[in-house]
């Protein structure tokens, strides 16, 4: 059973483009986040999200709590965005993970 | 601060062997957690810690044990270690308050249990 269900599971894009990675949840959340795994596997938060959409530069990242769905964008990619990126929604006590996407940016 | 740290960064084991994973955080957070993460699957919870004094069992606690003696410090055991066990192991922290706030991670430990 898979709580968390990410796509598409891997992503080439060419530097430029607009990307979008989508997570889709079935257990109901106290907040939902948006991590990084860097080729060298380092892990790093990039959102905490309860509702509606929050934007750290060139990273947007949105929720439907109703429809249990939260998105990830990024904007004019470069291949420094190159990575894995996990949802995590947390239910309050417990920690879920979706098993990642993998981006890939060719300049 | 150095965030959150782990000791080793690498190490390879005999099965049967034992060892202890460190994880050291100077962020004062209450909880701290142990993940294992094995290729096509997500990150999987071991153990996790609410505070000094206690540790609960994750998804996949089966042939590890912790301990939390200090606040700062939360170490993963094998005592008899086997292939299976074989994986990167992360250790996490989060800030006081509620479970859901952002977690910090480790950098990583790949164990190579042979």
């Known amino acids: 059973k898979n709580e968390v269900e990410q796509s598409p599971q891997n992503l080439t894009a060419q530097e430029g483009e607009f990307i979008t990675i989508n997570c889709s949840y079935s257990v109901g959340i106290s907040a939902l986040h948006w991590l990084q795994q860097h080729p060298g596997g380092g892990i790093v938060s990039l959102f905490m999200?309860?509702?509606g959409k929050k934007k750290h530069g060139r990273l947007i990242a949105t929720i439907n709590i109703q429809e249990k769905h939260s998105s990830l964008h990024i904007t004019a990619s470069h291949p420094r965005d190159s990575a894995v990126y996990i949802c995590a929604p947390n239910t309050g006590n417990q920690f879920y993970f979706g098993t990642g996407t993998s981006l890939t940016v060719i300049p | 601060n150095a965030g959150v740290t782990q000791t080793p960064k690498f190490r390879v084991l005999k099965t049967g062997q034992s060892m202890t994973l460190l994880c050291a955080q100077d962020?004062?957070?209450?909880?701290m957690y142990w993940y294992r993460q094995d290729p096509g699957m997500g990150l999987r919870l071991i153990h996790y810690?609410?505070?000094?004094?206690?540790?609960a069992k994750g998804e996949v606690p089966d042939g590890y044990n912790v301990s939390r003696l200090k606040k700062q410090n939360f170490l993963l055991g094998l005592e008899s270690a086997a292939p299976s066990q074989t994986s990167v192991y992360f250790c996490?922290?989060?800030?006081?308050?509620?479970?859901?706030?952002?977690?910090?991670f480790g950098p990583g430990t790949r164990l190579l249990v042979l």
């Open positions: 996490a922290s989060t800030a006081p308050g509620t479970s859901s706030e952002t977690q910090y």
């Open positions: 962020m004062n957070h209450e909880y």
């Open positions: 810690s609410v505070g000094e004094g206690t540790t």
């Open positions: 999200l309860s509702s």
